[in-house]
């Protein structure tokens, strides 16, 4: 199978590698070089959300305590 890069270094994978790979739009892929010099490509494991994004339900139970108290107060 042949592909051309194009001139922002960009390849096209062929759909028969996309299927075996099983990527969908959005997949990372990972390449590297083995011993014989070959650039073997796979499917990169999916990252762990951010730390920053996640919220323990201990936040969630103070955050919503405080809105009700925000509520409560404009009677």
């Known amino acids: ?5 194009s001139a922002q270094g960009r390849v ?6 996309r299927e075996a790979l099983q990527l969908a739009p959005g997949d ?3 390449f590297e070089l083995n ?5 073997v490509i796979h499917k990169a494991p999916r990252a762990a959300p ?6 323990t339900a201990t936040q969630v139970r103070r955050r919503a305590q405080e809105l ?5 107060g404009l009677d």
């Open 28 to 30: 990372r892929v990972e």
């Open 12 to 17: 096209a994978l062929p759909k028969k590698i």
């Open 50 to 55: 951010a730390a920053a994004h996640v919220r």
């Open 35 to 39: 011993g014989h010099g070959e650039i």
């Open 68 to 72: 009700f108290a925000l509520l409560r």
């Open 1 to 5: 199978m042949a592909t051309r890069v």
